[in-house]
C-alpha cells in the first residue's frame, strides 16, 4: 500500500516563495502519476500539479501554471511542489497523491498523505 507523506508547509508573506516535499514508499507500478491536490476552507479539494513517475511529463491548473512547479527525484522516491509569488488564496492544505489516471479529478487517485498546511498572509 502506498504512504505519502507531506513535508515543507509553514507562513509565508504574499510573493514570497515555499517547496513542498512528498516522500513516496509502497507505491506500486500501476501508481505512475502523482499529484498535488490542496484544500481550502471547505469540502472541495481543488487540482493543482501532476506529473508523470516514469516519464516527468507534467501538468498544472490554471490557477498555479508559471508560478509552480512539480518535479520528482526517483532515486530518493520524492516529488515536490515549488511555490513562487505565493498569494492569499493559496492559504490552503496541500496534499499529495498517487494515481494511475492522467486525470486532474481526486477521485482517479487512491493513495493520499495526510496533507500540510500552507499559509499565504497578505
Known amino acids: 500500500q502506498v504512504q505519502l507523506v507531506e513535508s515543507g508547509g509553514g507562513l509565508v508573506q504574499a510573493g514570497g516563495s515555499l517547496r513542498l516535499s512528498c516522500a513516496v514508499s509502497?507505491?506500486?507500478?500501476?501508481?505512475?502519476?502523482l499529484g498535488w491536490f490542496r484544500r481550502a476552507p471547505g469540502p472541495e479539494r481543488e487540482f493543482v500539479a501532476r506529473?508523470?513517475?516514469?516519464?516527468?511529463?507534467?501538468y498544472y491548473a490554471d490557477s498555479v501554471k508559471g508560478r509552480f512547479t512539480i518535479s520528482r527525484d526517483n532515486a530518493k522516491n520524492l516529488v515536490y511542489l515549488q511555490m513562487n509569488s505565493l498569494k492569499p488564496e493559496d492559504t490552503a492544505v496541500y496534499y499529495c497523491a498517487a494515481g494511475n489516471s492522467y486525470t486532474s479529478s481526486d477521485r482517479d487517485y487512491d493513495g493520499w498523505g495526510q496533507g500540510t498546511q500552507v499559509t499565504v498572509s497578505s
Open positions: 506529473i508523470i513517475w516514469s516519464g516527468g511529463s507534467t
Open positions: 509502497g507505491r506500486t507500478i500501476s501508481q505512475n502519476v
